[in-house]
């Protein structure tokens, strides 16, 4: 049995298998990126919820696993060398276990850098993006009387919907197969048009290739079961 005692988060919520991955997560844009993944690949795993509405991810157990105090993070028990490995950012924990599971990463070169690039679209711009007009939209940032910080997220995520729009057209999937490009980015499109109710904001009744793949996204039954991991209290 695998020994992760030396992770201080262990202690807080500790491992029923310490032999599988363990998942430290919500079920948020970036959260579902891990567990859809995790669903995907088969991978076993066991989540744990961190509430962050309860400022879970600034206590020092979980700050000693991501010093940047965000969900999502995983401890896989066999990493590199069978040694146990701790990662924190989706976008480098999605690159981890798709190498790891041989899964949804192409091993041609070209098309593995040509997925990681969209991989990269999705964190550097499509989530502080949607991110920001969902605050200044739907919480907080809501009640400001001044709307141009709003319109200016409007109007920078529908340049980016139309990105993927282009990108889209004549394929089911951001690359020629379901990739973790996908998985990086429909929990982000389905929050902007559902949760964020945005979908005005950003015309996004006028985009036609993007609601065809987000809808063949969300009827993966694995996508399905990870919008829902780890199961809310």
Do not use: C
């Amino acid at each position: 049995m695998a020994d992760l005692s030396g992770f201080p988060i262990t202690k807080l919520w500790p491992a029923a298998n310490p032999d599988v991955i363990q998942l430290y997560s919500l079920p948020t844009p970036n959260g579902v990126k891990v567990s859809i993944m995790l669903e995907e690949t088969g991978l076993a795993y066991e989540p744990h919820l961190i509430d962050i509405t309860k400022n879970e991810t600034w206590g020092p157990e979980y700050l000693a696993l991501n010093p940047n105090g965000k969900i999502p993070a995983i401890i896989d028990p066999n990493g590199p060398s069978g040694k146990p490995l701790a990662l924190f950012e989706s976008g480098a924990i999605l690159i981890y276990l798709a190498e790891k599971s041989g899964k949804f990463l192409s091993a041609d070169p070209a098309q593995r850098y040509e997925t990681i690039q969209w991989v990269m679209f999705q964190m550097a711009a499509i989530g502080p993006m949607f991110g920001q007009l969902g605050f200044f939209h739907k919480f907080a940032g809501a009640a400001y009387e001044d709307k141009r910080p709003r319109d200016r997220y409007a109007t920078e995520s529908k340049r980016l919907l139309g990105v993927l729009e282009d990108r889209l057209a004549g394929r089911d999937w951001i690359m020629d197969d379901y990739s973790i490009a996908d998985i990086a980015t429909l929990g982000w499109v389905r929050n902007l048009v559902g949760f964020y109710g945005a979908a005005e904001l950003v015309d996004y009744a006028s985009l036609r290739n993007v609601p065809a793949w987000l809808e063949r996204g969300l009827a993966r039954p694995a996508v399905q079961r990870g919008l829902e991991i780890p199961a809310r209290s």
